[in-house]
């Protein structure tokens, strides 16, 4: 028997006592006996709001180290809230920990079915070499799904409300066959969940592909430009030349400038990655009052609306190639801090900023490329004015493996597309300082983000 003792304001928690009834410790003296010899009974249960399990869950993995111990959903359990999820955690700090430390259940209510997939998918045992390969093989047709998921508006039919498989196939004009298969492949993926009555919802993972999500331009440059571009990825390895230009026959970014679809949807494929960090930029960041920042390339001005939003005193310059500098201006409400300058980062960056931002320009490039770029920024800047980079950071050498992590997928990504790189943070530190710039402060970011925080000297 569970008791659970809730305070009445949201998002303290509360207390769970397990009640063993001695009947059942006897019938069960086996299990009981494990449980206690493992410490199992003695835990810490932490009850959140289903806004937040997400975030609390990153934070139980990134920031305090804890290791997912399974986990589940119970329809039945709390039915009028949707069931309710439950994740377990261990945390092995040393012998001194007390037992009710060194275990955790996390709990909320509703289903969390992404959560819980990535939860358990960190969980299972390590596969063999064989199911390794081709796990990791079948990767592209993982991501071929999620594209033709897109492209066909799954998510979009599914938001309106739960369909059978046959009902979304009509509703596509798809083959009822072929959808019914690739839904019971998005479940297992954590993408769609099939509910009682084997009709399927998105989860929240999946309605990162609802039509005005900007992660579905992202999904679907994925699955055109890029997924082409990657079949001359031998090419790359071969000459150290980008599988983009042996695809299209010019670089991504001149490409672009020609392409005016391929264009908006890589602006708003930016975006949706840019809308996860810059919220924290802009709450977490002191800019000092009446200060005039400098988003160098900074796209269709995502970031800095945020920062002009949370900032009233501030100024923001969005300084970007023509073609992508016209949108940044002409995509909201005019605002008369907002101001859009075009050019080339290669020949000049606009002078006067106080805080010049570099968000994911850096990585698109070669270290030769950045030092350019960089002592562009620094001639425009006079001493004492601040270089914010932000940027994914490979993983240090000989760091561990953790499942989903991105930096080195990325670099691939880089050498493929931009011949750019991604770089480990030491790498970044020592390219600033090349360039006249003394970084002060690395933070870390939403999605594996960072943010460097420097001073030109
Ligand atoms: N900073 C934005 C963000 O974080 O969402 C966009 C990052 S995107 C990866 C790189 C940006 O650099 C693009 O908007 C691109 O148009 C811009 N860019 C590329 N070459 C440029 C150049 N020579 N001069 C100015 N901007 C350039």
């Known amino acids: 028997m569970i008791v659970r003792a809730r305070p009445q304001s949201r998002g303290c928690g509360g207390v769970e006592i397990f009640v063993l009834p001695r009947r059942f410790a006897t019938a069960h003296s086996r299990l009981v006996a494990k449980e206690r010899a493992t410490e199992a009974e003695s835990h810490l249960g932490w009850f959140v709001d289903a806004d937040s399990v997400e975030a609390v869950w990153r934070c139980c993995l990134q920031y305090f180290g804890m290791r997912p111990d399974g986990g589940g959903y119970n329809p039945v359990e709390n039915s009028a809230e949707d069931g309710r999820t439950v994740l377990y955690f261990q945390h092995d700090d040393g012998a001194s920990v007390a037992a009710h430390a060194r275990r955790m259940e996390l709990t909320a209510d509703g289903h969390h079915a992404a959560v819980l997939a990535a939860h358990q998918s960190a ?110 990825f031998g090419a790359t390895v071969r000459t150290g030349g980008t599988a983009f230009r042996h695809r299209h026959g010019a670089e991504h970014f001149d490409y672009f400038a020609q392409d005016e679809a391929s264009a908006r949807a890589f602006d708003r494929a930016m975006q949706a990655v840019t809308e996860l960090v810059a919220d924290e930029l802009a709450k977490g960041y002191p800019f000092p009052h009446g200060v005039t920042v400098v988003d160098v390339g900074g796209g269709n001005g995502t970031l800095m609306r945020a920062v002009l939003r949370d900032h009233p005193s501030v100024s923001a310059v969005v300084f970007d190639r023509d073609h992508v500098s016209a949108h940044a201006a002409g995509e909201r409400e005019p605002d008369s801090r907002f101001h859009v300058v075009s050019g080339d980062f290669f020949t000049e960056v606009p002078p006067e900023g106080d805080v010049y931002v570099l968000s994911r320009v850096l990585h698109d490039w070669s270290d030769e490329d950045c030092e350019r770029i960089l002592a562009r920024c620094r001639a425009a800047c006079r001493a004492g004015a601040k270089l914010l980079v932000l940027e994914r950071f490979l993983p240090e050498t000989g760091a561990p493996r953790r499942d989903g992590e991105l930096g080195a997928l990325w670099d691939l990504q880089m050498l493929a597309i931009t011949g750019g790189r991604e770089r480990e943070c030491s790498e970044y530190e020592k390219l600033l300082h090349g360039a006249g710039f003394r970084v002060d402060d690395v933070r870390p970011l939403p999605t594996e983000m960072n943010l460097l925080i420097a001073t030109a000297c």
């Open 123 to 232: 969980t299972v045992e390590v596969p063999d070499q064989h199911t390794a390969l081709l796990s990791m093989l079948a990767g592209h047709w993982a991501a071929r799904a999620l594209h033709v998921a897109a492209e066909i508006g799954l998510a979009d039919v599914l938001d309106r409300e739960p369909l059978h498989a046959a009902d979304v196939a009509e509703r596509t004009g798809c083959d009822p066959v072929a959808v019914g298969r690739l839904l019971r492949f998005l479940d297992r993926k954590g993408v769609v969940r099939q509910l009682g009555d084997a009709t399927y919802a998105n989860t929240e993972l999946g309605e990162l592909l609802r039509e005005a999500n900007p992660f579905s331009d992202l999904v679907r440059l994925y699955g055109s430009d890029f997924y082409e571009a990657w079949e001359e």
